[in-house]
């Protein structure tokens, strides 16, 4: 077993989309309610497969902080201006190969969006560093 | 016997440790083990005296670990093998374990882990669920919270404020894993208003039980929320409701008003109209304005705003609301609802998508998405020009 990181962001990093673009207050009722739906049976079936370790959203809303120095407070910077490269929240699983952490991947990547196309989002996929299996020897 | 009632005892317990010269810190892991000793061995026949039975077992435990923990060697303990007589825990042992574990040297969110544990006997594993924090985290939280009330002593305890501060926050987790907190939250401030005489104790148990009434119809299935408005009222709770209604206007008639009672005041006021339409909004604002008296908070005059609003139309809930810093969390949602009221459906619009930003929790963020969704939607079927109503 391997976990992956899965990552959504606020805006993707490709050129504008016109499909995913569409702010998703924009979309009609039944288009949000179609997108939620998806994201739930999601996760509800990556459970019921053994593979969902978490899943979390975040607010938009954040900063950069860094040490300034002893005795000093913190420096902070925001909140931010653009949200492009803002992580919008995460997903990690635990599966067998790195293809089948492609494969739910890319299922995450077709939810529903305006005009009930898949949003077709990016999502970075990410192995997490953790301990080699003990069968492997130097 | 069941693991609530038993629980129950634990105070009662505990206490009496105390009382006997146990550091509170290893009696509360000796009634920890008391009581898991208790579910495994008694099964459905509890002994005749189920608190003689724990208090015994748990002072042996305590002893155990006393005598076995090399580490507590060099501390004094002041204890007999035999323990003195007089094990009968008073009401005021029990309030004093409340005290103890609302400590105001404690933090919010180690009071409560602690009032949880040796008032409400759950597990560390219970706690860490609940609070979906990783059960080690919830156990260092535990003993540390732990080793700062023994080494402030008893000699500055928490009071009944702290207390009802610290159930109220249990109250409002909801609920996690295999432990109902709002549950568990009332079922201690019962027993706390069996223990002190104050009205507040009596209006915060009585606000517990309005809200706690509500809750099937509060969320649908799929986690979603149901606003006040729209809830279906045949499932609220009836007989909780009544009980709430009548211990708040016990608690009134005493003539002691504080925060809890005047909540507790506008939540019957909610719960007692059959349909929304029937709602007393001029008497909830009198109560909003009560409540001000005593809690002065952005939040308090936030929701004052909303009553306001029901009272005597938009514009003077907006005038309300304009009272109210920029910075509340749950602001741009209540301006957004205003503002639809009045008819501004553009600017509704605009705030609900804001207020979706905002949203401290997933559910409400959604809730707020699917506001601006519906009213961007009826914008784009009828572009105003004047004169349009609401959707």
Redo the contacts between chains.
Sequence with gaps: MAKYLFLKHYRSLSAPDPVTDVPMDRWTPEEVEAHFQYMRDFADRLEGTGELVDGQALAPEGMWVRHDGAGRPPVTDGPFAETKDLIAGWMVVDVDSEARAIELAGELSAAPGAGGEPIHEWLEVRPLLSAPPPTVTE | MDDVVLRGLVPQVLSVLVGRGADFATAEDAVQEALIRALSTWGDEPPTDPTAWLITVAWRAFLDMVRSDTARRNREVRVDTEPPPGTVPSADDTLRLYFLCAHPDLTPSSAVALTLRAVGGLTTRQIAQAYLVPEPTMAQRISRAKRTVARAGVDRPGDVDTVMRVLYLVFNEGYSGDVDLAAEAIRLTRQLAGLADDPEVHGLLALMLLHHARRRSRTRP???IVPLAEQDRAQWDRALIAEGIVITQAALARDRLGEYQAQAAIAALHADAPRVEETDWVQIVEWYDELLRFADTPIVRLNRAVAVGEADGAPAGLAALAQVDEDVPRRHAVAAHLHEKDGDLELA?HL??EA?????T?AE??HQ??Q???L??HLRAAPPDGGEGRG
């Excluded at chain 2, 979706?356 to 401290?360: E, G, I, K, L, T």
């Design positions: 799929d986690g979603s619009a609900y998508a979706a930003r905002h949203s401290p997933l963020r959604d998405l699917r601006a969704a519906r961007n939607q």
